[in-house]
């Protein structure tokens, strides 16, 4: 599976949009991006997957780049609650392939 | 999004003794799960993987005779810590695939379990 560059930090105040980028340069024509998040002491959490299309959620949206090298997790109104390690992992499809983590971007927001 | 649980959400056994952690899909039938082991500020790593009803597939490194699972059903996987020594303490996590979906399938994580051996 390809590998995955992220940030290691980033903050924001809290109602404002949060951005978190992820760079997946080598990326294959049929690996996903997946985003999930880990609030300390927590099993992580899905958040949102896609192909190469822009996806949508009550949680987040993604934004994918037209080439599929890089792709940005927009939380649209940070709360508190959001502050957690969020990690971007490319994979295929299918049962056993595997969710490999780096080691994620700490985003924290700020009263 | 479906649920994954893990039992028990913490425990402590004494050095020597072996433990063992249930994963549980509450509401997907899951043909794999994955379990994964995680320190302190570092990041989760896989330890196995594991299809009902066959052996597990071990990572690297990953001591086969020491973390038994078994995923006898479709909806658990147990991993069992045997012979437990301080340096197992660990946070450990199970995750299920849940298969059927059309666009790029979904694994859910349980909540993790504590592992303290003193």
């Known amino acids: 599976d390809a590998k995955t560059t992220q940030p290691p930090s980033m903050d924001c105040a809290e109602g404002r949009a949060a951005n978190l980028p992820c760079n997946h340069s080598?990326?294959?024509?049929?690996?996903?991006v997946y985003w999930y998040r880990q609030i300390h002491s927590q099993g992580p959490q899905y958040i949102i997957h896609?192909?190469?299309n822009n996806e949508t959620n009550e949680m987040a949206s993604l934004i994918i780049t037209e080439d599929r090298k890089s792709s940005t997790l927009i939380l649209p109104h940070a709360t508190l609650r959001d502050t957690a390690v969020y990690y971007c992992i490319v994979k295929v499809a299918g049962a056993n392939s595997k969710l490999t983590f780096g080691k994620g971007i700490t985003l924290s927001v700020r009263p | 999004g479906a649920v994954v649980s893990q039992h028990p959400s913490r425990v402590i056994c004494k050095s020597g003794t072996s433990v063992k952690i249930e994963c549980r899909s509450l509401?997907?039938?899951?043909?794999?799960m994955f379990w994964y082991r995680q320190f302190p500020k570092q990041s989760l790593m896989l330890m196995a993987t594991?299809?009902?009803?066959?052996?597990?597939?071990?990572e690297q490194g990953v001591e086969k005779d020491k973390f038994l699972i078994n995923h006898a059903s479709l909806t658990l996987s147990t991993l069992t810590v045997t012979s437990a020594h301080p340096e197992d303490s660990s946070f450990y996590i199970c995750?299920?695939?849940?298969?059927?979906?059309?666009?790029?399938?979904?694994?859910?994580f349980g909540e993790g379990s504590w592992l303290t051996v003193v």
């Open positions: 995750s299920a695939f849940q298969p059927g979906q059309s666009t790029g399938n979904t694994i859910y």
């Open positions: 080598t990326i294959s024509g049929n690996e996903y």
């Open positions: 896609g192909l190469k």
């Open positions: 594991s299809n009902e009803g066959s052996k597990a597939t071990y």
């Open positions: 509401d997907f039938q899951a043909t794999t």
